[in-house]
Every structure is written in structure tokens, then in C-alpha cells.
């Protein structure tokens, strides 16, 4: 079945280390995206692709970066730039929309949990 | 200013009943697509519904409708029959202009069905 695979699923990490989230799907999707959610908030968007080797800042992108080698795939590398990294990390996946009929879902993937010690 | 907003952080509903969740939004652009999406406590966020701001009908999914409302900037989302199963966070969210898929999510609506 296709659909979106993240690891890990849980992440510990000390303070001054960077660490990378994977992010790989096989939906064929031309774009994919990250997003961070904090504790009883909504999703912020942190970058997105819409074709390989090309991204784009979201609304907090800074302490964050990505690379899109792959169509399938999108990681995500958090450094120690990143004030407040502890947070859910959800990347997702859609079509690029054409025309007014509009409805390209975002597939999510189940999610990547980190916590800074 | 808020893009989306939701209301209602919490609301409780007897199983069976329908119950209505809020959601405005701000957008100057005339081509934007709402969605709802249902996070479960395992933390993954399953579409529910989209509404196209072109589409003159309002959408409609199984026990989900959305309540569109152009002129108020609304698109209020509609579970009938509500189900012990439907207890979770569930966000609106919206698209401006096309191409990625670039959402916008709301604050989100804690609802917890009691048996």
C-alpha cells in the first residue's frame, strides 16, 4: 500500500546536537512537507518541495533545514540552531494542484516525536 | 491575524448526536480550498473533507458535511451521528492559491464523544 514512512518515531536528543528526520513516500506525490506541532496547538509549516532539488521556507524555517534529492523522499535536520526543538514532527505528501478544481490531500505520515534533554 | 480560527477548544457530545465544529477564515485571494482533518491521540491526521471556495455545493462525506459559508467566511464542519470512535483533535485548515498544498491548520477542536 502506498503511503508515508517516518523515523524514527521517537527521538531523544541532547542539547547542541543536530539531528535528521526521515521522511520517504511511494504515493508518486510531486510534493512533500514538514510541519511542527506543539503541545494542543495546530500545524506549522516548516518547509515544502514541490519538485527535487528545489524548496522553500515556510513560517518557521529557521533552525531547520532540508534537501530533496530523491522525489521520495524529504529529511529533515534539526540543529542546534533550533531554540525549541522538543515537538511532534509530521511530513506529508500531495500532488501539486492545476486549475480551479483544487482538492490535492495531503497525505500525512504518522508522525516523528523529539524531545531535547 | 489568525487565518483560521476555531472556537471551540473542547466539546463534549452524547453518542448519536450530531454536533457542529466552527471554523472561520480570513483570505483575500478568490481561489482557496478548506479542509478538515481528524488527529486520533496516535497522532496521525486523516482527512476528512475539502471544500473548494468555487464549489457551489456544500461537500459532503459519509456522516461529514461541511457548512459553507462564502459570504461569512465560514466552513463549518458537521458529524452526524456521532460515534464513540469520532473522540479526537480535529483541525481546519486552508490553501491559498494553487499549486503546493501549502495549508494553514487552526488552533483545533478537542472533541470527546461520552457513551
Known amino acids: 500500500d502506498g503511503g508515508i514512512t517516518q523515523s524514527p518515531k521517537y527521538l531523544f536528543r541532547k542539547e547542541g546536537q543536530n539531528v535528521t528526520l526521515s521522511c520517504e513516500q511511494n504515493l508518486n506525490h510531486d510534493a512533500m512537507y514538514w510541519y511542527r506541532q506543539d503541545p494542543g496547538q495546530g500545524l506549522r509549516l516548516i518547509y515544502y518541495s514541490q519538485i527535487v532539488n528545489d524548496f522553500q521556507k515556510g513560517d518557521i524555517a529557521e533552525g531547520y533545514s532540508v534537501s530533496r534529492e530523491k522525489k521520495e523522499s524529504f529529511p529533515l535536520t534539526v540543529t542546534s540552531a533550533q531554540k525549541n526543538p522538543t515537538a511532534f514532527y509530521l511530513c506529508a505528501s500531495s500532488r501539486v494542484t492545476s486549475g480551479r478544481s483544487g482538492a490535492n490531500v495531503l497525505t500525512f505520515g504518522a508522525g516523528s516525536r523529539l524531545t531535547v534533554l | 491575524a489568525q487565518k483560521i480560527t476555531q472556537t471551540q477548544p473542547g466539546m463534549f457530545v452524547q453518542e448519536k448526536e450530531a454536533v457542529t465544529l466552527d471554523c472561520t477564515y480570513d483570505?483575500?485571494?478568490?481561489?482557496?480550498?478548506l479542509f478538515w482533518y481528524k488527529q486520533p491521540s496516535s497522532g496521525e491526521m486523516i482527512f476528512l473533507i475539502y471544500?473548494?471556495?468555487?464549489?457551489?455545493q456544500n461537500a459532503t462525506e459519509g456522516r461529514y458535511s461541511l457548512n459553507f459559508q462564502k459570504a461569512r467566511k465560514s466552513a463549518n464542519l458537521v458529524i452526524s451521528a456521532s460515534q464513540l470512535g469520532d473522540s479526537a483533535m480535529y483541525f481546519c485548515a486552508m490553501r491559498e492559491g494553487w499549486g503546493a498544498q501549502k495549508l494553514v491548520f487552526g488552533q483545533g477542536t478537542r472533541l470527546t464523544i461520552n457513551p
Open positions: 471544500q473548494g471556495s468555487y464549489d457551489e
Open positions: 483570505t483575500s485571494d478568490q481561489s482557496y480550498g
